[in-house]
């Protein structure tokens, strides 16, 4: 009955809004009633799992359904189709040798001209062992009592060569093959190790890797004035932990935390150097909103003296001037504090723009924040009148929001004050609109507060309106933890981060993950450190400009 409802066609205002309040009640009590229904379910799941018995088998559709609401991605909707030009491979193909392919000369006629030759390319791998059996020179000094080894070259130190070396390590942390798989494939080169020996192999005495990527963290945090930021849960020893990514257009890293709180992603912006404090003007700005008792909030401001502690430290003054402090207002001093110390700090790189979602713990952590329209577009995506009319009036709004998106993305190409004026005025009219449908006119109130984060493009045109470079990180990262499950030791789990954290900047870069890491083993130093590299990528792409001085 309320699929051609037109509420237009109700002359009567007092009848108009009644409909139109029952119709929000509708949609209410619908979602109430699936919320309900999902939790239902849940605990009959649990009672199943108690008893011993098995929950509701999660068992997905053929195909996605025309109705379905549970796709919340915005892909089809932003995205306008483009034609696409395929470019030619022959051009990086690289040559490793030449054959000619003769005709047949009895084939022949005999007035047949020679014209010269077609070339055509074969990419073609061999896959063999190369088995070295070393015959180290020995030497013994009778007056020095002391013999003499010859060394091996660098690379082949243990029972396995460089390059075995490097297939193992690209194969597990560049294309996600399992340890058994690994071990079944080099068998069948004809290669005898064992699966600890591969383990070894991968997690242990990684030192130099190790540094390495600390290093592409530092550059690639010094690389722009805007980051990238995401997580997502993995497994350590069977223990729920966070992977944290950050990322730009020149590298990608991986630090994995127990938790994900606001002082473990300081943690893991400052690369995991000892926490600091510092109790200052910009600390007790983060406190105003916080009911401090008057006492409390003097006592922290007669710790504005410029003293910068550790954890330790501030935690022993904090214990001894202010013991009675309630949990959740203890947590937001030491945030502030810690905070406050990581904008101060001198000698490494903070962060000016923070690209993440609207989660609380990524507040004050950057000078601004740009959030993702893609998360933004995804609230919509979940809305599900039941209504034909709240759906019709969902759609029609959608329908603006990713035309509004389009109009962003044609200013970044060309940014002017006069567009930007224009986009600014027509945000606040799109986000202010009332369509009559509660849900999303709640939504549409939410979207209008996030305004200046969502429009910092306006002020610098060249940062991204989404947050998907972080979300591949983290979609690479969920491969990996679903092949894998996790690490299982703290070797493991810091292997994990820095082999991925290389593999995922040297695709950035360009350059081979296998030749980088043989190049390493081998210490070649063909190819420059990739701290180097990010630099002279960024340096190339410009990033941040509009962050300069004019």
Known sequence: M???????????????????????????????????????????????????EQSKPDIKANAPQPDANTDHSSEKERRNPRIRHKNSKKASIVIDREDIATVNKEVLPADAVFKGHVDVVIQDISLHTDNVLFHKEVYYSPSQHKTYLAVLPAGYEGQFGPSLKALIRTLYFGSQVTEPKILEFVGHIGIQISPGQISN???????????????????????????????????????????????????????????????????????????????????????????????????LQSWQDGSVLNEIAFIERLNADLPDLPYQQRKTIVDAAAVAAYHAETGFPSIETLICDDAPQFNWLANSMGLCWIHEGRHYKKLMPVVALHREI???????????????????????????????????????????YNELDKRIAKTLAKKEALLLILKHPELPLHNNPAELGARFRVRKRDISFGPRTEDGKNAWDTFMTLAATCKKLDISFYEYIRDRITKAESIPPLAELIQKRAKELNLGWSYLPA
């Open 2 to 52: 309320f699929e051609n409802l037109d509420l237009s066609g109700i002359h009567e205002e007092n009848a108009r809004t009644l409909v139109q309040m029952l119709l929000n009640q509708i949609e209410e009590l619908s979602t109430d009633l699936r919320q309900a229904r999902m939790t239902i379910q849940q605990l009959r799941d649990e009672i199943n799992l108690l008893k011993g």
């Open 394 to 436: 969902l759609n029609d709004f959608l329908k603006r929001f990713w035309e509004f998106y389009d109009r962003l993305l044609d200013y970044r190409e060309q940014p002017t004050k006069e567009a930007a004026i224009k986009l600014e005025a027509e945000f606040g009219q799109l986000f202010s609109t009332q369509t009559g």
């Open 201 to 299: 192999m991968l997690i242990k005495n990684q030192e130099g890797f190790h540094a390495e990527s600390s290093a592409v963290f530092e550059a690639g945090l010094r690389s722009s004035p805007y980051q990238h930021i995401d997580d997502t849960s993995t497994r350590v020893d069977g223990q729920n932990q966070n992977c944290h990514i950050v990322c730009n257009p020149v590298y990608t890293a991986f630090r994995t935390q127990p938790h994900k709180d606001r002082l473990t992603i300081l943690d893991v912006l400052r690369n995991g150097r000892p926490r600091i404090f510092l109790m200052n003007t910009e600390a007790m700005s983060y406190l105003e909103g916080l009911s401090l008792s008057k006492i409390t909030r003097q006592t």
